[in-house]
């Protein structure tokens, strides 16, 4: 998506094809994770993808409710990904999502 200002927490719809293996496909809602001067120089960002298919035991997803409808945040599928693969922002993480979702990849990757 050219001119389009991407920003830590937007959710945007982005084509996650071709994948390998386990990797989540297709196109979906993911969530932009990286600092926004990266999201402003570089010509990718880092994402975590959403998913419907919902995994309340394992402990590397975030559930979260999405425009009504629950989703968990795979943290465990976090990537880099081109700026090129994005079609559309279509939101925002909260406050309270955000947080958790940076004390979730605390937890799971370190400081």
């Not at 001119?3 to 932009?32: H, M, Q, W």
């Not at 994770?33 to 309340?56: A, R």
């Amino acid at each position: 998506m050219k001119n389009l200002t991407i920003r830590r927490y937007d959710i945007c719809f982005a084509d996650l094809n071709p994948t390998i293996g386990s990797e989540i496909k297709k196109t979906r809602p993911v969530v932009v994770i990286s600092q926004d001067e990266m999201n402003q120089y570089l010509d990718t960002i880092v994402i975590c993808p959403l998913t419907s298919k919902l995994h309340p035991q394992w402990r590397s997803r975030l559930q979260i409710t999405m425009t009504g409808h629950q989703a968990e945040i795979a943290v465990d599928q976090i990537r880099t990904i081109s700026k090129l693969r994005l079609k559309q922002n279509i939101g925002r993480l909260s406050k309270r999502y955000a947080a958790q979702l940076r004390k979730l990849i605390t937890d799971m990757y370190g400081e």
